[in-house]
């Protein structure tokens, strides 16, 4: 079976740094498109950053140049270094991954295995 955990949530305060990691198991992710989603309370899923089979970088523009998307294929590990975190960034966030290079990366329709999430709370 395909799966994703997240790791690295936690609480911080503004201005203050966290990185996240997906662990896969059940496939190669070296393969896959990978990304970071976050879904805070009442609101729909949010494409934060994807990082593609070809090593493609794709951010919402809410965190650009503040988060970097990243991955260890030795490890099956996706990274997501969070710096100058913002009472906005609040949210829970989801790994997950889809095929191949998909259109519209920070869309979550391309993506089908997904992680169970880890919180992020700036204060």
């Known amino acids: 079976d395909v799966q994703l955990v997240e790791s690295g949530g936690g609480s911080v305060r503004a201005g203050g740094s966290l990185r996240l990691s997906c662990v896969v198991s059940?496939?190669?992710?070296?393969?896959?498109?990978m990304g970071w989603f976050r879904q805070a309370p009442g609101k729909e899923h949010e494409g934060v950053a994807a990082?593609?089979?070809?090593?493609?970088?794709t951010y919402a523009a809410s965190i650009k140049g503040r988060f970097l998307i990243s991955k260890d294929n030795a490890k099956n590990t996706l990274y997501l270094q969070m710096h100058s975190l913002k009472p906005e960034d609040t949210a829970m966030y989801y790994c997950a991954t889809a095929i191949g290079r998909p259109l519209t990366p920070l869309n979550t329709h391309p993506y089908t295995y997904w992680g169970q999430g880890t919180q992020v709370t700036v204060s």
């Open positions: 059940g496939y190669t992710s070296s393969s896959y498109c």
């Open positions: 990082l593609d089979n070809l090593g493609q970088e």
